[in-house]
Protein backbone atom coordinates (compact mmCIF):
# COMPACT_ATOMS: atom_id res chain seq x y z
CA UNK A 1 0.00 0.00 0.00
CA UNK A 2 1.43 3.26 -0.94
CA UNK A 3 1.69 6.63 1.40
CA UNK A 4 -1.25 8.52 0.04
CA UNK A 5 -3.35 5.43 0.56
CA UNK A 6 -2.33 4.79 3.75
CA UNK A 7 -3.03 8.45 5.05
CA UNK A 8 -6.81 8.18 3.76
CA UNK A 9 -7.73 4.95 5.48
CA UNK A 10 -5.96 6.34 8.64
CA UNK A 11 -8.16 5.89 11.74
CA UNK A 12 -10.84 4.24 9.90
CA UNK A 13 -12.41 0.51 10.94
CA UNK A 14 -13.35 -2.33 8.59
CA UNK A 15 -15.65 -3.54 10.37
CA UNK A 16 -17.92 -2.77 12.86
CA UNK A 17 -21.18 -3.20 14.72
CA UNK A 18 -24.61 -1.89 15.18
CA UNK A 19 -27.35 -3.10 17.36
CA UNK A 20 -30.65 -3.66 15.87
CA UNK A 21 -32.93 -4.88 18.96
CA UNK A 22 -32.12 -7.71 20.90
CA UNK A 23 -29.06 -8.51 18.65
CA UNK A 24 -26.04 -7.41 16.52
CA UNK A 25 -25.37 -7.05 13.23
CA UNK A 26 -21.35 -6.72 11.81
CA UNK A 27 -20.90 -4.51 9.46
CA UNK A 28 -17.63 -5.26 7.31
CA UNK A 29 -16.21 -3.33 4.22
CA UNK A 30 -15.47 -5.98 2.17
CA UNK A 31 -16.77 -9.70 1.38
CA UNK A 32 -14.40 -11.33 3.74
CA UNK A 33 -15.02 -14.49 2.15
CA UNK A 34 -14.66 -13.49 -1.87
CA UNK A 35 -13.93 -16.60 -4.07
CA UNK A 36 -11.77 -18.21 -0.99
CA UNK A 37 -8.89 -16.01 -2.10
CA UNK A 38 -7.64 -14.96 1.53
CA UNK A 39 -8.13 -17.43 3.71
CA UNK A 40 -7.39 -15.58 7.14
CA UNK A 41 -10.33 -13.58 6.58
CA UNK A 42 -12.82 -16.39 6.71
CA UNK A 43 -11.99 -16.16 10.65
CA UNK A 44 -13.79 -12.65 10.71
CA UNK A 45 -16.89 -14.15 9.18
CA UNK A 46 -16.80 -17.21 11.01
CA UNK A 47 -16.17 -15.08 14.61
CA UNK A 48 -19.26 -13.07 13.58
CA UNK A 49 -21.41 -15.54 13.42
CA UNK A 50 -20.80 -17.48 16.33
CA UNK A 51 -19.52 -15.05 18.64
CA UNK A 52 -21.79 -12.34 17.16
CA UNK A 53 -24.17 -12.64 20.06
CA UNK A 54 -21.07 -11.23 22.32
CA UNK A 55 -20.29 -8.34 20.25
CA UNK A 56 -21.43 -4.98 22.10
CA UNK A 57 -22.02 -1.44 20.03
CA UNK A 58 -18.52 0.56 21.35
CA UNK A 59 -20.24 3.77 23.56
Given at each position: MNEENRQLI????SMAIDQV???A???ALDNATFR????G??????NAIFFGDLLEEPN
Open positions: AGSAGQGVVLAFWWTQRLLS
